[in-house]
């Protein structure tokens, strides 16, 4: 069995330089993360506010934590000081909130939409639909504490590789659209944070430039 650090070096020897791997180290004990640390990983993802906020105060603090889960907007108070990124934003109200917290500690946050693409595997995220009509509004551009640095998707959990395919590039399409035709900035929308343990590979292969990993370096979540 290899362990968590020759998996760290493995997958990030093998990832293209342009793709940054997020080790989801949700649920897993500190002990494990201090081995990917000490392989050099130093972003983590995580995906209950409660359990981040101890894992950041007991842990390095050149660690770089990225919320990746459903969050809700009465926790967000928890990692608003020192979250690195939040990937999943699956409502304007969630925003705001996340806005109204970073503005108390003086932060920006960069934050990702979370686009709904997958068959019936989550209910979070908003419909390509909804998430064009969102960048078309342009009331996100209010929020002076929140950089939107692009989109986070989930792929239908299947075995079927086509459909898993076509969903990210699906998304990736709905990503340059958005870029290209809604967003002013150009140059600062550029993440398209898709692909986990079993599709990594397709994901990078449709675009993708944060790769999201659990299982597959710290084994099964306990
Ligand atoms: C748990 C989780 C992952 C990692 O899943 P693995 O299959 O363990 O790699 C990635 N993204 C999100 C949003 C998750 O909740």
Not at 9 to 37: C, F, G, M
Not at 169 to 192: A, G
Not at 206 to 215: A, F, K
């Amino acid at each position: 069995m290899p362990t968590i650090q020759e998996r760290i070096k493995h997958i990030t020897a093998t990832i293209p330089t342009n793709v940054r791997l997020v080790a989801v180290s949700k649920y897993q004990p500190e002990e494990y993360i201090l081995d990917a640390y000490s392989a050099g990983q130093r972003i983590f993802g995580e995906s209950h506010a409660q359990e981040l906020r101890l894992k950041h105060e007991h842990l390095p603090k050149d660690i770089e934590w990225h919320f990746i889960g459903h969050l809700q907007t009465n926790k967000v108070k928890y990692i608003a000081p020192f979250i690195a990124m939040i990937h999943s934003v699956d409502s304007f109200r969630l925003l705001e909130e996340i806005n109204k917290q970073a503005a108390k500690t003086q932060r920006t946050i960069p934050c990702l939409i979370q686009v709904h693409i997958a068959q019936e595997e989550t209910k979070f995220g908003f419909t390509p639909e909804e998430c064009v009509e969102f960048f078309a509004q342009k009331e996100w551009q209010q929020f002076k504490h929140i950089k939107i640095k692009g989109l986070m998707c989930m792929a239908s959990n299947t075995e079927d590789e086509d459909r898993i395919k076509n969903e990210f590039r699906s998304v990736h399409e709905l990503f340059l659209h958005i870029k290209n035709n809604l967003f002013d900035d150009k140059d600062d929308f550029t993440e398209c944070s898709w692909g986990m343990s079993d599709d990594y590979p397709i994901a990078i292969d449709e675009g993708s430039t944060l790769v999201r990993i659990g299982s597959l370096i710290f084994g099964e979540r306990g």
